[in-house]
C-alpha cells in the first residue's frame, strides 16, 4: 500500500518514513519495503507484516480502495 498511519495521520511510503506503521482498514502493523523498477527508479511501499491483517482488503489488493 502507498499509505499508511503513522502518529495519526495518513503517510506516504518514503525513505524518511519510519520503518514501521499500521494499516489504516485493519489495524495490523506494517513494514516499509522497496523495489527496483525496470527502469532502475526505487519506488517505496507499506507490507503488512506476518500474520497480520489476514483478510484485509489492503493485504491482497494494495491499490484498492
Request: overall charge positive.
Amino acid at each position: 500500500m502507498r499509505k499508511a498511519m503513522v502518529d495519526g495521520g495518513l503517510m506516504a511510503a518514503s525513505p524518511d518514513a519510519p520503518v514501521l506503521a499500521t494499516c489504516p482498514v485493519c489495524g495490523g502493523e506494517v513494514e516499509k519495503r522497496k523495489r527496483r523498477r525496470g527502469d532502475g527508479e526505487v519506488t517505496w511501499f507499506w507490507r503488512h507484516q506476518p500474520g497480520e491483517g489476514d483478510g484485509c482488503p489492503k493485504r491482497y489488493d494494495p491499490n484498492g480502495d
